[in-house]
């Protein structure tokens, strides 16, 4: 087994409040966060985005346009 990687931080904002936070990173979880870093973000991820868009855009038309001619009343 690969060692894993945690960072801790403790903070003290007042006397009676404190906060601790822990975070852990394994080696899944880093290649989950490098593919959706890769495919979610930069100019990728935003024509990803923009084709995604029009690609819903236009099944939403098609759908309309088919369920209209399918169930008009005759």
Do not use: A
């Amino acid at each position: 087994m690969e060692p894993q990687e945690s960072v801790v931080q403790y903070s003290r904002w007042n006397n009676s409040q404190d906060e601790v936070s822990m975070n852990v990173s394994t080696p899944e979880s880093l290649g989950c966060e490098q593919v959706y870093n890769k495919l979610w973000t930069g100019k990728l991820g935003i024509s990803i985005k923009v084709v995604g868009g029009i690609i819903l855009f236009w099944v939403i038309i098609i759908g309309y346009v088919t369920g209209y001619y399918i169930h008009k009343c005759k």
